[in-house]
């Protein structure tokens, strides 16, 4: 069975610091990973994804992501953190299996950006 | 292009009354996702629906929730004798049903339940 695990439930940071918002997954077929932005009483936002081919992805916002096939790791991060990035991020992991795809999301990761 | 639209944006509804949830997909997609969120929480699947068809319904609660995708109109969540454990946001997510399955947010419904 796939899962997504992410490690840090929430983060506070400084404004300017860099951040790293952790991600693994755990599945035996292929996947398609996903990290999503849901800022407060809204719904969610694509910020990157990765398919295939290049394993650094660029996002919107500033934001990358990086996918580690030999970690199972898709850690999202920023080199500047800004006060407008306080939200909580959602990694998602996408498989097709018996009866269509599904999309598994983490516990989501809450990034408080501190002035 | 309009994005996924859910309505109403906010339902109150006492304890035992029906809710009933609203979602019109993006254009053109086919697959259409319900998920659950509670406060402090991540989001949980609910149920996952093509044109007229349940596909996958194993997040969805066996007794008083139910879901449908009509051919024609917009997906609806029913939920029927509501109780406090409903209060939570309801968000349904669109997809065009490609190889990656991409989902795209509509901006949730929050529901209380007094």
């Known amino acids: 069975a796939q899962s997504v695990t992410q490690l840090d439930s929430q983060v506070p940071v400084f404004e300017e610091a860099p951040v790293e918002l952790r991600c693994n997954y755990s599945?035996?077929?292929?996947?398609?990973l996903f990290w999503y932005v849901q800022y407060p009483n809204q719904g969610l936002q694509l910020l990157l994804k990765?398919?295939?081919?290049?394993?650094l992805v660029k996002g919107i916002n500033g934001f990358e992501a990086e996918f580690n096939k030999s970690q199972t790791s898709f850690h999202l991060r920023k080199p500047s953190v800004h006060i407008s990035d306080t939200a909580e991020y959602f990694c998602?992991?996408?498989?097709?299996?018996?009866?269509?795809?599904?999309?598994?999301f983490g516990a989501g990761t809450r990034l408080f950006v501190k002035a | 292009n309009a994005g996924v639209m859910q309505n109403p944006r906010h339902l109150v509804r006492r304890r035992g009354q029906e809710a009933r949830l609203r979602c019109s997909p993006m254009?053109?997609?086919?697959?259409v996702y319900w998920y659950r969120q509670l406060p402090e929480e991540g989001l949980k699947f609910m149920v996952y629906?093509?044109?007229?068809?349940?596909?996958?319904e194993s997040g969805m609660p066996k007794e008083r929730f139910s879901a449908e995708f009509p051919k024609e109109g917009p997906s609806i969540l029913r939920i029927q004798q509501v109780v406090r454990g409903d209060s939570a946001a309801y968000f349904c997510?669109?997809?065009?049903?490609?190889?990656?399955?991409?989902?795209?947010f509509g901006p949730g419904t929050r529901l209380t339940v007094l």
């Open positions: 997510a669109s997809s065009p049903g490609t190889y990656y399955n991409e989902q795209f």
């Open positions: 599945s035996s077929v292929s996947v398609y």
């Open positions: 990765y398919l295939s081919g290049s394993t």
């Open positions: 998602a992991v996408s498989v097709f299996n018996t009866g269509g795809f599904k999309t598994i």
């Open positions: 254009k053109g997609h086919s697959h």
């Open positions: 629906l093509q044109k007229e068809n349940i596909i996958d």
